[in-house]
């Protein structure tokens, strides 16, 4: 299982910015989808996550309203993106895509419930 995670940059609050992480090495299909992220000398936190078919997904309280997560499950896509608007210099963080095969929904927000996780990607908000 791979994970590609992609889109991050150098922006200032109040601005958009869209993540996106390809998945390639399982049946996408089958697999529930997150975004954890880890500012520096913090733990990695969670920030949402996807089930398998799309039809439900779960935020962190600090990133509800803002950010959304949703996925692309045709076989040429297999990707799972994040759409974060009104970002702000809190949500500074290297951002992780992670991949588990199905779990109860309890579970989703647990990094200890992720096999398979991306290389990150670099977001900074600057005041």
């Known amino acids: 299982v791979q994970l590609q995670a992609s889109g991050g940059g150098l922006v200032q609050a109040g601005d958009s910015l869209r993540l996106y992480c390809a998945a390639s090495?399982?049946?996408?299909?089958?697999?529930?989808m997150a975004w954890f992220r880890q500012a520096p000398g913090e733990d990695r936190e969670f920030v949402a996550a996807i089930r398998w078919s799309g039809g439900t997904t779960v935020y962190a309280d600090s990133v509800k309203g803002r950010f959304t997560i949703s996925r692309d499950n045709a076989k040429n896509k297999n990707t799972v993106y994040l759409q974060m608007n009104n970002l702000k210099p809190d949500d500074t963080a290297v951002y992780y895509c992670?991949?588990?095969?199905?779990?109860?929904?309890?579970?989703?927000?647990?990094?200890?419930?992720?096999?398979?996780w991306g290389q990150g990607t670099q977001v900074t908000v600057s005041s």
């Open positions: 090495g399982l049946t996408f299909r089958d697999y529930d």
């Open positions: 992670a991949t588990t095969s199905r779990v109860a929904y309890s579970a989703l927000a647990a990094t200890s419930s992720y096999r398979y």
